[in-house]
């Protein structure tokens, strides 16, 4: 006979037993639950993403001209082969494509419904989600600035590094064999070190004429006292076209240079102590007012070299210039700017500096930085979109440029070669894409 504590020991193995196999159903189906909800929201992502590339393609094809039936046959077509190329165990409905009247937004809705695995066993088979997307091509006219630091430290492997990276920013926003037409795309650019140089452009923005002659009131004899005995004058003629910030009133404003609003001309100046004169100077690249023409971007990317300081708020008032409307009148005719409320237009700036904005000639108007800030505050008012590069810069470089940029997602700090490339591509990228609405 066995005794009473092994029959409750046999009695305790048994509920235990009977506990464990009535609580393995309800443990299945919460495991299950984890498992495939995990795969519905997989599943979801990859939908989301496929219908948000739909639609932009779809407003591409609205911008070529296509019709209506046309474009919700492609935007299906290119669902079905994306989504065929995937192994998720999955079914969708077909997009419903619609267009809102009298405007140019295409919203797409799919719904797809998730196989299950132990969710089964409570009764769904499936589990149902809907996503949605949409966009608005819009932007159908692009004006974008690229503002280049060629400051001394640069140097060639820096340099290099940014015209490999520039080539490509051009490529992406200029393609060479488009599969559409993507709308008319304009760049100009605009380099700064320690002023800029306006180049042709010199006289028109400055009032003056590129060779003038400056003239001091010198010492030309002395008594042995050391005072002077005869005065005269000593005069020094220079072809400069450098021009330094804007002054006065219209300091930070983008108004059309005019009585008031010059931008101030580079100065050669007398030292009596050393009987020489200085000629304030800069890095001789002149800006490329827009175009669309690839080959005079990439003329002017290779003309790119290193020298001088970093008045980087030199740089963003010119990147600025190429884009304001008011200065129309000193570009040529295929370079004027877009109006700021132009429809279906965007305009965008791409400031790049490896330093920290350390030159500035007008005193009371702030150091470089001051001046820089208060610049991209007007130019961001506007609408323009801001894109900064800081490569290899310290905290104060990269601080400004943080401050200028449209918001976080528009400022960027590569460390490499290659990290820059990445950069100005995301970028390039980033303007020639529309804008997913939601």
Request: hydrophobic fraction near 35%; include cysteine; proline fraction near 4%.
């Amino acid at each position: 006979m066995l005794n009473k504590r092994t029959t409750w020991i046999e009695s305790r193995e048994g509920n235990v037993a009977v506990i464990l196999a009535i609580a393995i159903i309800p443990i299945l189906v919460l495991v299950g639950i984890a498992i495939d909800l995990q795969n519905t929201n997989t599943s979801r992502s990859f939908m989301q993403y496929t219908i948000d590339n739909a639609v932009i393609a779809g407003s591409r094809e609205m911008q070529a001209g296509k019709s209506q039936a046309e474009i919700e046959t492609y935007i299906n077509s290119f669902v079905d082969g994306v989504v065929k190329d995937k192994s998720y165990s999955m079914s969708c409905k077909p997009p419903v494509v619609t267009f809102t009247k009298g405007t140019q937004d295409i919203d797409v809705t799919v719904k797809c419904a998730q196989k299950t695995t132990l969710t089964e066993l409570i009764g769904y088979q499936y589990l149902d989600f809907t996503v949605t997307s949409g966009s608005t091509y819009g932007i159908g006219s692009v004006d974008v600035a690229f503002v280049f630091d060629v400051s001394g430290s640069m140097g060639t492997s820096k340099m290099n590094a940014l015209k490999a990276a520039a080539y490509d920013a051009v490529d992406v926003l200029l393609p060479k064999n488009p599969d559409a037409d993507l709308g008319e795309v304009r760049l100009g650019m605009a380099a700064y070190s320690t002023m800029a140089d306006a180049g042709t452009y010199f006289e028109a923005v400055t009032n003056q004429k590129p060779k003038r002659t400056y003239t001091e009131t010198v010492c030309t004899k002395y008594r042995k006292n050391g005072s002077c005995k005869t005065w005269g004058t000593e005069s020094k003629t220079v072809n400069n076209t450098c021009v330094r910030e804007r002054t006065g009133s219209e300091a930070f404003t983008d108004v059309d240079p005019g009585p008031g609003a010059w931008v101030e001309a580079a100065d050669a100046t007398y030292n009596s102590k050393k009987d020489s004169w200085t000629v304030q100077s800069c890095n001789p690249q002149p800006p490329l007012p827009l175009t669309d023409n690839r080959d005079d971007l990439y003329d002017y990317i290779d003309g790119l070299y290193a020298s001088g300081y970093t008045a980087g708020h030199i740089g963003v008032a010119w990147g600025w210039y190429l884009l304001a409307p008011d200065w129309a009148s000193i570009w040529p005719t295929d370079s004027k700017p877009l109006a700021y409320d132009e429809p279906d237009s965007a305009k965008a700036m791409i400031v790049m500096t490896d330093g920290e904005f350390n030159t500035e000639y007008t005193s009371g108007q702030g150091d470089s930085f001051a001046q820089a800030k208060k610049l991209c505050d007007n130019i961001k008012a506007e609408g323009v979109r801001i894109y900064t590069v800081a490569f290899q810069a310290p905290k104060a470089g990269q601080d400004v440029l943080n401050y200028c940029a449209t918001s976080a997602d528009y400022a960027f700090t590569p460390d490499s070669a290659d990290e820059l490339k990445d950069a100005y591509t995301k970028i390039a990228q980033s303007i020639s894409d529309l804008r997913i609405r939601y």
